[in-house]
């Protein structure tokens, strides 16, 4: 797992969740760190950060809920 | 070159025709063929689609200029442009290439009108609550439920239907010709008349399954979110033409009534409420365009920027409108002057796309984060 992905995407989150601390592995959707409007805002920031295109059939949930997860995902694309 | 000919030949068009007719379509309650098919010559309808699907592949300042210019002229223009452009977008950006073929392509030529029903009887702002129901049958999807206020239902050749399949959000694309499907005219509307709404009911209506444009828990956020965020971007600049009109208008009147023996511009009130109609357009013009050159960088703040764009500038455009009344006196609120147009459409912005309500909820849960230095 690339480090520089995830701090890439760690200092995104930082700046929108409103927790002190929040770890790798946890579900920003189901702790209701975020909301479906910020889905939106990060699709958008993973497409223009790696260069890469979210497509209708990625859209899952699983693939943007956690640090870790948005790190896979995006690694994913990125090898394809 | 092309985009700048598209915007030279609407803004000839819209000063020749739609200007001087629009209160005709309002009255009559329908934009004419004959518009519609010159707005394609055009290549109005293929605005925001690539060029790869013969459209004309605008960037955002443009976009938001065709909507302007429409804008200007008449709200139910506007929404024409709106709804239309949301069904490019969605299939641009989340359909199949098999889906792009059979409607991207011809929807850009203008060949087919588009619309957007995701609003129902039960249903407006809470879009989680949606009743319309997709059910697997075989290799099809069958649609049950009713959508209400859509624009262009009367004319509209293919519908972008939102529903649940199974529980879970989705979203499909839906002809006119489909059995089971009734349409059936909303007349006397308060502002947008010439809009052409319609409700839509469908009765076991069968689509195949490759009309699907996505299903699972994050489709209403982003395919629904990202189709309402262009429509919101549009309204934006349509509300900040509709101000300018108004602008317009009052400004001709003001130099040519006069009452105390001097023209209406000179009395010091006069010119307080023209220069509350100057400021409200010129930030609504600001704001549109921040959200503009977020969204040609594709910024994740693009979404918060279009929001506030499209609330800021349809509160300024009601604001105006009122005013432009207001400095009509009695002409104002007749129809030989087109203000009275301009006051009813103005309400509608706040309304559609993200009402007023919705709009401030997002911007107060995200405004810091986003648009506050
Ligand atoms: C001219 C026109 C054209 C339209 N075209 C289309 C179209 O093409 N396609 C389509 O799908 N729909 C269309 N609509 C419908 C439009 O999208 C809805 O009217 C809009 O989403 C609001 O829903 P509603 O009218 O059901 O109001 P409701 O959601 O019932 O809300 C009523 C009022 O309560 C407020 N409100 C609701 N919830 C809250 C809350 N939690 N807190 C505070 N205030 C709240 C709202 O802001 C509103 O002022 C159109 C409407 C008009 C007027």
């Known amino acids: 797992m690339s480090q520089a992905i995830v701090n890439t995407v760690r200092q995104f989150l930082e700046e929108y969740i409103r927790v002190e601390k929040f770890e790798n592995d946890e579900n920003i959707f189901a702790k209701k760190y975020v909301n479906s409007l910020f889905a939106m805002q990060l699709i958008l920031f993973i497409e223009k950060s790696f260069g890469i295109k979210v497509e209708n059939e990625d859209l899952d949930i699983d693939n943007f809920s956690s640090v870790n997860a948005i790190t896979d995902f995006v690694s994913s694309k990125s090898t394809v | ?373």
């Not at chain 2, 697997?136 to 972008?160: H, P, R, Y």
């Not at chain 2, 299903?215 to 209403?220: D, G, R, V, Y």
Request: with cysteine; net charge negative; charged share 15%.
């Open chain 2, 1 to 373: 070159m092309k985009n700048k000919q598209l915007l030279e030949s609407l803004s000839a068009y819209s000063k020749e025709v739609l200007i001087p007719q629009a209160g005709e379509y309002d009255a009559c309650q329908a934009v004419p063929q004959s518009v519609v098919a010159e707005l394609a010559k055009m290549g109005v309808f293929g605005a925001n689609v690539d060029t790869e699907y013969g459209g004309q592949a605008l960037n955002a300042f443009e976009i938001g200029k065709v909507s302007e210019l429409l804008g200007y002229a008449s709200g139910s223009l506007l929404s024409l442009f709106t709804v239309h452009s949301m069904m490019t977008f969605a299939l641009q950006r989340w359909g199949s290439d098999w889906q792009k073929d059979r409607w991207l392509t011809p929807l850009a030529a203008g060949n087919l009108i588009g619309a957007f029903a995701v609003s129902e009887p039960e249903v407006g702002s809470d879009v989680n609550g949606l009743l319309t129901e997709f059910t697997l049958e075989d290799d099809c999807i069958v649609v049950n439920g009713s959508k209400q206020w859509i624009s262009f239902a009367q004319t509209a050749d293919v519908f972008f239907v939102a529903g649940k399949l199974n529980g879970a959000p989705a979203t499909l694309v839906v002809e006119r010709d489909t059995p089971g499907l009734e349409i059936t005219p909303i007349s006397n509307m308060y502002g947008f008349r010439a809009g052409m709404l319609g409700k839509l009911t469908f009765n076991h209506c069968k689509v195949p399954k490759a009309h699907m444009l996505g299903q699972n828990p994050l489709i209403l956020a982003q395919i629904v979110g990202s189709v309402l965020d262009h429509g919101r971007f549009t309204i934006a600049w349509g509300a900040l033409g509709l101000s300018n009109a108004c602008v317009d208008a009052s400004i001709h009147y003001t130099k040519t009534r006069y009452q105390f023996g001097e023209p209406l511009y000179q009395h010091q009130l006069i010119q307080q409420m023209l220069t509350n109609m100057l400021v409200a357009t010129r930030s609504s013009r600001l704001m549109c365009m921040d959200a503009a050159s977020a969204r040609d960088e594709s910024d994740a703040d693009m979404i918060i920027k279009t929001a506030a764009a499209k609330y800021c500038s349809a509160e300024n455009a009601l604001k105006t409108a009122n005013d432009a009344a207001q400095i009509h006196g009695a002409n104002g609120l007749s129809d030989q002057f087109p203000v009275e147009r301009y006051l009813r459409d103005a309400k509608v912005f706040g309304i559609i796309e993200g009402s007023v309500q919705m709009l401030q909820m997002m911007i107060a849960s995200q405004g810091n984060q986003w648009i506050s230095h």
